[in-house]
């Protein structure tokens, strides 16, 4: 077991479209083991295989409460095969260190994927949990896809970008998603109190990460 090199934002190999994998070899495992060791020695709660240098369609997530005890899930060829409803969600990434912004994600999908012993697994994740903006969040990374593609607001994730040293958005990436921002906006407009809520929570990220 090692710790791997996570690969950062600029470097071209984190565009790259993955490849599907095609046996689970013994150096597979290996891979997977290093990168949940990986993951979990910068407190991440997911990483995908072109943050490690492999553009392998490969990403692990966990996200349990971190005083309990680990629960590691492993996806090989993932599909999302169903997905809906659409959330505000605050976002970083291990390959942009210290940089969170909003973005558009959908609240409830389903994915397909082989465990590490090659056996199809399907797993769904509901109301905007943890679990549905992370299988989101590292699916994209397999298409070369990158969360501020998904920013609600692209001058704000710039000067969020500019103040962590990391370039700034790839304008040409960025996604459209009219439908999604408008059943967010929809949604904001009708929960006032969720969005001061979540605001507040978001401050109080941002005052945990400053104090990091
Ligand atoms: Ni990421």
Not at 44 to 63: H, S
Not at 97 to 115: C, I
């Amino acid at each position: 077991m090692s710790i791997l090199k996570i690969i950062e934002y600029g470097n071209p190999i984190l565009r790259e479209k993955s490849k599907e994998v095609l046996k689970i070899s013994k150096k597979i495992k290996t891979l997977v083991n290093d990168m949940l060791d990986t993951m979990y020695s910068a407190n991440g709660v997911g990483l995908a295989g072109p943050q490690v240098g492999q553009n392998l369609r490969i990403f692990v997530i966990d996200v349990s409460d971190p005083k309990g005890p680990i629960d590691p899930m492993v996806f090989i060829n993932p599909k999302i095969i169903k997905k809906s409803g659409a959330i505000n969600s605050y976002e970083g990434c291990l390959s942009f260190v210290g940089a969170y912004t909003n973005v558009r994600r959908y609240s409830y999908v389903m994915v397909k994927a082989l465990d590490l012993n090659g056996r199809p697994f399907i797993k769904e994740a509901r109301d905007g949990s943890l679990l549905a903006r992370a299988i989101q969040h590292e699916f994209d990374h397999l298409d070369g896809k990158l969360f501020i593609d998904h920013a609600r607001n692209r001058f704000e994730t710039d000067n969020i970008l500019k103040k962590h040293n990391l370039p700034p958005v790839e304008v040409d990436k960025m996604l459209e998603e009219k439908e999604l921002e408008d059943e967010i906006v929809a949604w904001e407009k009708a929960h006032p109190e969720d969005v001061q809520k979540q605001l507040e929570e978001i401050k109080e990220q941002q005052d945990q990460q400053e104090k990091n």
